[in-house]
């Protein structure tokens, strides 16, 4: 195991960033775009206030469907891919460096300090991991967007959402040594892989221990 590669995987959304990215990027590029019909369907799958905030929230539960999410992805839809693009680079530099968690990229640059390899691991939308991934030079794995002739369709066509562990395996050699970084506790069978997990929490959480006692617990 000395000789093995070592690898250090890191989710993204409220790891690296105290922010949910896709819906990060999706409220910065309607304001960018002045898109009122985004905007309102923001505030319709993300506001306590609305229905559709709980209506997401049970089909999730009781289905395992990110409602939400799905609805939220198809206001992409007719956009070409440059813009997307181009609006994902301005989102990353603009807005994420407000909302870095700083221990956790300590952790991240130690790493690559040390000649490990890190790769980002993230059901957030592969045009804003891509960014990301781009300023932290670093490897990544994410959902993709589908587009067609140069415009988004508003659909997911690869989702990593339930899928890191295979994506992960697929860049890897058997063998190699995984050091995973997450606060997402459907990132289970990721951790199943690692040879050392650290669990990102909010200071105070009252589920610190959610992944076991083997795991490093790191409060943020």
């Not at 929230?57 to 289905?63: E, G, I, V």
Request: charged content about 25%.
């Amino acid at each position: 195991m000395d000789n093995a590669e070592r690898i250090a995987v890191f989710d993204v959304c409220d790891t690296l960033f105290s922010v949910n990215t896709t819906v990060g990027f999706l409220r910065f590029y309607s304001r960018r775009t002045g898109d009122a019909g985004m905007s309102a369907a923001l505030d319709r799958w993300t506001s306590r206030s609305s229905p559709a905030f709980y209506l997401g929230a049970l089909t999730y539960r009781l289905a395992h469907w990110d409602l939400a999410r799905t609805r939220l992805i198809a206001t992409l839809r007719g956009h070409s891919r440059d813009r997307l693009v181009t609006s994902a680079d301005e989102y990353a530099g603009a807005e994420l460096s407000r909302r870095i968690v700083e221990p956790v990229h300590t952790r991240l640059q130690e790493h690559r300090e040390r000649g490990d390899r890190v790769i980002l691991a993230s059901s957030s939308l592969d045009i804003v991991i891509a960014a990301i991934a781009r300023d932290l030079a670093v490897e990544f794995v994410a959902s993709e967007l589908g587009f067609a002739n140069g415009k988004c369709t508003g659909i997911i066509v690869n989702d990593l959402t339930g899928r890191k562990p295979a994506a992960i395996s697929a860049l890897v050699a058997p063998g190699a040594s995984l050091h995973v970084y997450t606060d997402n506790r459907s990132d289970k069978a990721l951790l199943q892989m690692a040879n050392r997990c650290t669990i990102i929490v909010p200071a105070g959480s009252n589920s610190r221990r959610w992944a076991g006692e083997a795991c490093e617990y790191l409060a943020i």
